[in-house]
């Protein structure tokens, strides 16, 4: 595994603090904690499970349950290309290695430069305009293997 990042533990005290320690809200914060690192650093872990007093193995079981949470670090965008069946006969598969060969990396990993990360999700909804990806909060529809890779170099140009 590779090393933490440096943890601002003022940052999360905030969040903790926001849902006023609950540990009902332990979703939610790991969920919050991942939108400023991209993952929630693994030293989180058991300082998360102190202060929610819940078992560690809880929080391990939201990373993991949860497709939203990683305990891994992930790309600054995370492209989600939609597999299910829709777009799947509409040329998922084709999307898919389109930009696993563009990335150099295989679906679930990540980019040397920590620039993508790349997955693979169920419908997203949108089946009419398949195939789709999501690229963090952003949704691009009707997909072939040339628009699909225009679309990674404008992010890599904003990055
Ligand atoms: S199957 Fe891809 S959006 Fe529904």
Redesign the pocket.
Known sequence: MEKDVDIAWKEIDTIVDKYEGSNEALLMIMQDISDIYNYVPPDVVPYLAERLGVKKSQVYGVATFYKTISLEPRGKYIINV?T?????VRG?EKIMDALEERLDIKEGETTEDKLFSLEAVR?????A????ITVNQETHGGLDRSNVIQILEEYKQDA
């Open positions: 939609c299910g069946t829709a777009c799947h998922a419908c997203i909804g949108c089946c305009s398949g195939p789709v």
